[in-house]
């Protein structure tokens, strides 16, 4: 099947480009809610975060004590450079306190969009319908980055909209989005290199989210070193927009840099894909090699296939949680000049610092819950979950491991998200108890992590996978947007995230109906998986 593929991708055409055009437009129609969602949140971030900030430091004292907790190596690492200009006005806030959060997720969703057009046809069989038609050798993945480009231009139009429409000035707001943007033109053009380089998907997805970890963190470290950023900074692309200086003193040379980035990247794409057959890779899988270990049973391969995925994210949630927990000495520090800080601790104590730290480190391994489950779904629609129903494997048991394995892996996530909670803020307050109790605190998140997988299950069984990320959005817009927008206790604690408070609070009974709930999410997920037709 590959070979008459290949045969009819090495036809000769009109052009390397041929059918570029209609490949984007059927891009855009398979996408159009996907991105739409993304569009609108991105833009609404923009809307809703001067709103925030003000709220939150209404007055000159409390935006200094601001930039001093984000002076400090865990603020630095999470914020961006502080070239001491002007560091208390509000767009200055907006650019060190938005930019790194809208660089990862727009450059998260340029991957997934070129990943998904590219490699992911080519390890489904769809790619192979297409290339029976007259398309040229780079139409694929030509239209897969116009599409990410695209996205990206109308991002730049909305987010700055939103920005000018907000009282900010348009040369910076444009300045400041044309340069998030523009990082994430940077990793869809790695995505498309990626793609080239591995036969799996999740494989090309996992080296170009782990490039965007490197350049985060390589950022981060430059700029402790120096808080206007450092010789090392320049090596991360997010450097180069972020030393743009919007609301300080705008340049505009270092988005040049990402521009000739893209396009070396583009080149290297087109190369490797001109060198490679249909379905191959520049780099053989591991998994093709004929000493591979075997793997024993249907829970060892759900937790075989989200390895890598639960070792990467682990090493994130670690690194995030040590730069919380080492947030926290500044943080008390703050709370003297800080009104709303002080009134917080006032009246929740450090635990209540540990609980919101634990919250949103669980909220993000969430997402890596529904991932892992969703996967079920992906697998049934290329045809690889089929080939393991055929053989002595019931439904109900690949869909209840993948559960199981999924919450698994979250227990992993949450002992290192807790550990580097822990040794972050046990460190800087000088109480090594607070490893372990924070350690602990970080696995009693698993319950509410199991009902987020029971939900997802739910989700692939009625072939609504949309259902576990919904989930998803309503936990973290309820810790991000739940006091802002004055929400109801009682819609808030639907998420099992928020219900879940220790180490400020033990709920014994919360976390026991947790329990019974993805019991019973699961089953129900089970049954209903097990009386509809596969694929």
Known sequence: MSTAAHTRHAAPSASPWTGTGLLIRLALRRDRIRLSVWIATLTLLMIYTPNALELAYPEEAQRLARVN????????????????????????????????????????????????????????????????????????????????????????????????????????????????????????????????????????????????????????????????????????????????????????????????????LVSLAGMLERRRQ????????????????????????????????????????????????????????AAE????????????????????????????????????????????????GEAVLAGAVSRWRWLSTNVVAAVLGATVLMFFAGLGNGLGAGVTLGEPATVGRLTVAGLAYVPALAVMAGVAAVGVALRRPWIGWLAVTCVVLSLYLGALLRLPRWLIDLSPVSRTTVPSDVPVVALIVMCAAAAVFTVLAAMIYRRRDVA
């Open 278 to 333: 249909y379905d191959d890779a520049a780099i053989a899988s591991r998994g093709e090699h004929p000493d591979a270990r075997p793997v024993r049973g249907v829970l060892a391969l759900h937790l075989v296939l989200q390895r890598g995925q639960t070792i990467g994210w682990s090493a994130g949630l670690f690194v995030a949680g040590l730069a919380f927990g080492s947030m926290t000495k500044s943080l008390l520090d």
């Open 69 to 264: 907790l984000l002076k400090t190596p865990a603020g630095m690492m999470m914020g961006g450079p502080v070239f001491g200009v002007d560091e208390t006005d509000l767009g200055v806030m907006m650019a060190n306190e938005l930019m790194l959060t809208l660089i990862v997720a727009t450059s998260i969703l340029a991957i997934l969009t070129v990943i998904r057009h590219t490699r992911a046809e080519e390890e489904s069989g769809a790619a192979e319908l297409v290339l029976a038609s007259v398309v040229g050798r780079y139409a694929r993945t030509t239209a897969a980055l116009g599409v990410a480009a695209g996205v990206n231009v109308v991002l730049t139009v909305t987010m700055t909209a939103a920005m000018v429409a907000s009282g900010f000035g348009v040369a910076d707001s444009l300045g400041m989005c044309a340069g998030v943007t523009a990082v994430a033109m940077v990793f869809a053009a790695a995505a498309a290199v990626t793609a080239q380089m591995w036969r799996t998907a999740r494989a090309a997805t996992g080296t170009a989210m782990a490039a965007l970890a490197a350049a985060a963190l390589i950022r981060g470290i430059g700029d402790v070193i120096d808080h206007s950023g450092s010789a090392l900074s320049w090596f991360s692309p997010i450097a180069w927009a972020q030393q743009m200086r919007s609301f300080v003193d705008l340049r505009w040379w270092p988005l040049l840099l990402l521009v000739v980035l893209t396009l070396a």
């Open 337 to 384: 000049g800080n009104e709303l800080i002080a009134q917080m601790i006032s009246a929740q104590g450090t635990d209540g610092v540990y609980t919101t730290m634990s919250q949103f480190l669980a909220a993000a391994a969430s997402a890596y819950v529904v991932s892992c489950v969703n996967r079920l779904h992906t697998d049934e629609t290329s045809g690889l």
